[in-house]
Nanobody
Framework: QVQLVESGGGLVQAGGSLRLSCTVS????????MGWYRQCPGKERELVAR???????NYVDSVKGRFTISRDNAKNTVALQMNSLKPEDTAVYYC??????????????WGQGTQVTVSS
């Protein structure tokens, strides 16, 4: 069993900051890429940012320069620092981990989602 538990969502005014955190626990062999996705009502889930086990990052264009993803491999955590938030960042944010739960088996896992609301 693998669990991803997110925290840090909430309500913030435009221009403000929030920090999301996600902890992966359970039967883990290795964690490969970790990332954050978001979904607005009526829209598809989109990638916001991801980070490889070696620290390589990439971001969706709309958050470049405002969001920073980081991970702590020793603690199996991934964080998303969100600055200069805009109303269009409002969404449910989901943590994702691509991991091996044994030396031979690999799959994606998702957190339960955390709401981020940015008021104008």
């Amino acid at each position: 069993q693998v669990q991803l538990v997110e925290s840090g969502g909430g309500l913030v005014q435009a221009g403000g900051s929030l920090r999301l955190s996600c902890t992966v626990s359970g039967s883990i062999f290795t964690i490969n890429t970790m990332g954050w996705y978001r979904q607005c009502p009526g829209k598809e889930r989109e990638l916001v940012a991801r980070i490889t086990d070696e620290g390589t990052t990439n971001y969706v264009d709309s958050v470049k320069g405002r969001f920073t993803i980081s991970r702590d491999n020793a603690k199996n955590t991934v964080a998303l620092q969100m600055n200069s938030l805009k109303p269009e960042d409002t969404a449910v944010y989901y943590c994702n981990a691509d991991l091996h739960y044994s030396p031979w088996y690999r799959r994606d896992y998702w957190g339960q989602g955390t709401q981020v609301t940015v008021s104008s």
